[in-house]
């Protein structure tokens, strides 16, 4: 009896153990991805460029300058980009054009974002009859060619640019409702669910309260993935004239306008479809890395 | 089979009508009136437009009219081209639009296909990075960047092809517009292709096939090929929709006389009705191709006809 209580050695302070999370986790994951590191730097230098870049120029994006039409790019003048037909300084209007593709893609992906989440939540979370009928809506609007609605509200209604983002986030949110409505399918079968309900909490403070925050992964990987959908949306509309209205430019007018005059001034399209190209790539390749580090079950 | 084709023929009417109706009302809701021109015309004489063209009717009578319409394949006159109707203009242009988008079509099917299986069958390797970060940069660049710097390319530099027009239709001229259409989709194709193939091939009937000492080309195209396309074939519908919204820019850069630049230039030039019919006639299609899509997949996948 003396023995043992002898032998029992003084208890080792116990190293306190970091529990690693969803989100620690991933990150790490996501570190040992180049590419998709690469492209987040890529990224960051992009928008910071867009943020700062203008102030920096001695020129205005609408400053129209006669003795400077279409001038190559060059160092000594401050155009690094060149000029346009108007004699307007291309470095200032590539970056101002990308503040607004950015901001479409961001306000659009928003509310694309709002509508996805809380109707695929909704229809996941009452399921049954509810879900059925919610998900036969969305079966019908898949169908519908959505960018050719888009285009007829342009046309009707003015080239707005709120519009605009409500319109091209309002076609966006389908695979959003989609991808949540599954995740929550299973979700509300988990015991901290149930356990809200049998504790009398509201189906929709459940949902905000319990379903959502545990969707934050997915949603997180589908926004990375549709910013840059939203963004081909804008400078689809603005490369056909329907988008942004001038002197106010984007990514996708200044392609439109670069692409008339390629022969002769090819510097116009060459920086704008540059700056478009690398911030779609870069997003895409985001969102893929972060697909695969949140969900290392998918790895093939 | 039979049970689900009448389930999905039912469900695409109510598709189609609610496409009709939210395009028509759009167009009505919106300010303006196709004969506000810049000389106001006088009380009488507008009546009498309003009345030649049944705008005096109730709004929903109107709209049965335009549906009975479309029935017959009327889709109304155009409102900035008085001697064609909007069904004259659609019959010009879809052909040439056709065209292309089928040459595409069978472009990205043929090139996605192949480069899928090529870099799932080199799983994790060079050849599989390199073709998968190519189908991204397809992906990512927006077609009406990739149509210029091809025309820069092959037209301006080095003189081989035409770098617009549609001329005769031969070969020669659609090359460009079909490879810059098709772009995009041979890189959907491709990821899609590659991820079911990957998948596919480590089933177990593929490991019994190759256990079984079948040549390596016989399991591939023989046995995992059939499974592993059937994504690509539900990817059908959504890629006639993105070849369609191609096509519009397509057009418009390469000057193609086709729907998609009519559609341009009525949705710049304001024309109510050829916009509201291209959206129709073109949703339609889509709605169409999409219910043979989906009974093909039934035939090829029959799990899906007990669901």
Redesign the interface.
Known sequence: MRGVTQTLPAAEPVEEVIGRGLWTDALARLRHNR?AMISLIVLVCVIVLVLLGPSASPYAYDDTNFDAISLPPSAGDAHYFGTDTLGRDLFVRTLIGGRLSLLVGLVATLVSLVIGVSYGATAGYFGGRVDHLMMRIV??LY???F???V????????RNLLLMFVAIGAINWLDMARIVRGQTLSLRRREFVEAAVVGGVPPFTIIRRHIVPNLLGIVAVYVTLTI?QVM?VE??LS????GVQEPMTSW?AL??E??RG??TT?WM?IFP?LF??AT??CF??VG?GLRDALDPADR? | MFRYSVKRFLGAGPTLLILVALAFFLMRAAPGGPFDAERPVSPAVRANLERAYHLDEPLLQQFGRYVAGLVRGDFGPSFQYPDYTVTELIREGFPVSLRIGAFAMLLALLAGVTAGILAALRQNRAADAGIMAAAMTGISIPNFVIAPLLILLFAVHLDWLPGGGYGDGSLRYLMLPVVALALPQIAYIARLTRGSMVEVLRSPFIRTARAKGLPAHTVVLRHALKPALLPVVSYLGPATAALITGSVVIEQIFGIPGLGRFFVQGALNRDYTLVLGVVVFYGALIVVLNLIVDLLYAVLDPRVRYT
């Open positions: 590419a079966d019908i169908a519908m060619p960018l050719f609605l285009i007829l509200l342009l046309v009707f209604f003015g840059p081909l400078s689809f490369f056909l004239g329907l996708g392609v439109n670069g692409a390629m022969e090819p399209l479809a478009l190209a779609l790539f895409n390749f893929d093939k």
